[in-house]
Nanobody
Framework: VQLQASGGGLVQAGESLRLLCAAS????????MGWYRQPPGKQRELVAA???????NYADSVKGRFTISRDNAKTTFYLQMNSLKPEDTAVYYC????????WGQGTLVTVSS
C-alpha cells in the first residue's frame, strides 16, 4: 500500500492550495486520516485529522483556514488550505491509521510573503 500526497507548490501569502492524498489500493478498517507537516528545522506536527465516524480536529494555528475532507467511496482525502501564511511553509505528509499506520512521501508547500 502506498499513499501519494500531491498538490503542494509555491504560493504567495493569502493564496490557497488543495492537497490530495490517495492510496494505491482501498484500505479497510480506517480509523483516522490525517495531515501532518514538518516546517524547516522543526518537528513534525499534526495539522488536521478526521477520526471515524466524522470527527475532525485541527491545530490551533490553522483553525478557520484549513479544512480536511474525504471521499467516502475511496481511500482519498484532502486538505483545503486558504489564507496561507509564510509560517505554513513545510513538507506536508498524509497518514492513514488502520490496522497499521500508512504514511505518504510528503509534498512541499512554500508560502512567500
Amino acid at each position: 500500500v502506498q499513499l501519494q500526497a500531491s498538490g503542494g507548490g509555491l504560493v504567495q501569502a493569502g493564496e490557497s492550495l488543495r492537497l490530495l492524498c490517495a492510496a494505491s489500493v482501498r484500505i479497510f478498517g480506517v480509523n483516522r486520516m490525517g495531515w501532518y507537516r514538518q516546517p524547516p528545522g522543526k518537528q513534525r506536527e499534526l495539522v488536521a485529522a478526521i477520526t471515524n465516524p466524522n470527527s475532525t480536529n485541527y491545530a490551533d494555528s490553522v483553525k478557520g483556514r484549513f479544512t480536511i475532507s474525504r471521499d467516502n467511496a475511496k481511500t482519498t482525502f484532502y486538505l483545503q488550505m486558504n489564507s496561507l501564511k509564510p509560517e505554513d511553509t513545510a513538507v506536508y505528509y498524509c497518514m492513514i491509521a488502520a490496522l497499521r499506520d500508512f504514511w505518504g512521501q510528503g509534498t512541499l508547500v512554500t508560502v512567500s510573503s
